[in-house]
């Protein structure tokens, strides 16, 4: 009986018969096709057409792929499924397991995929939904600024719209594009390890009415895009703070607009003036002083989010 993963591993973007296929494994042509189903039903992006075979559809980020496109450290060690839970606690076990930094795992669906304050996140199929591990040697309180260096990671990456406090990519006219997720395991004060989920709305279609996929804007080819993501994550993750600031006060779609956050205390309004050392936002609020916002919601006032 053949492992589907190993048809996974042999399947490319070009399309190879089942016979053909079937001399590769050591299988029959009919086993071919019970392990390429099975594939398809685990949620892996399997074609199949008549008198041509079976291919990956262009742009899978699989394994093979995306070794033949990375260009730096992050995604050296990585994992691609088709069905999980959550990204984040596939990787969580890895971490705890001792995987390196940059260690990536991403799902083509996940069923129980999560945002910020516990909020589902909806993995429309055709996506990018992926966790990346790292272990910084930061202070507690540059902790905060690793979203931040995230979004402008995305924005770098994905070259459209703009960033939201504290880490959303929102498309021009304020539907979102991709968020991201940060979980720290701390020990007292000593941080062991951070995951950093990622969701990127890849496909126009499946989404709801509050976000808009990527490939709105054009064509996108899923494998190019994770791979210059990760680039773009290890360059902005380890620069330096004031630079991280400046990088995403330019690309901010919520700096100088009017804003209301609900918080933990309650809700602040007025206009987002400026980021604060640490990475939270100041607010002037209409007496006219400046009220300092570590975590919170935001709505744009006059915008659709």
Known sequence: MVDVSDLLSC???EYQSGEHLARQLGISRAAVWKAARSLSEGGYPIEVERGAGYRLRPGTPSAARLAALRRGRFGAAYRYLGTTSSTQDVLRQLAEAGAPEGTVVLAERQTSGRGRRGRAWVSAAGG???SVLLRPRLALADLALLPLAAGVALHAACGVGGLKWPNDLLAPDGRKLAGVLLEADLRGEELRHALLG????VAAEGLPDTACGLETF???NRAALLAE???QLEVWLYRPADEVRAAWSAASLTLGRQVSI???QGEVRGMAHSLAPDGALLVRTP????TR???GDVSLIGGTV
Request: net charge negative.
């Open 128 to 130: 990018l939904y992926f």
């Open 262 to 264: 609900s918080t933990p």
């Open 287 to 290: 007496s006219g002083s400046l």
């Open 11 to 13: 399947l490319t973007e």
């Open 229 to 231: 993501l990760l680039v």
């Open 198 to 201: 990622i969701g990127v709305n």
């Open 218 to 220: 054009g064509a996108v």
């Open 293 to 295: 916002v570590g975590a």
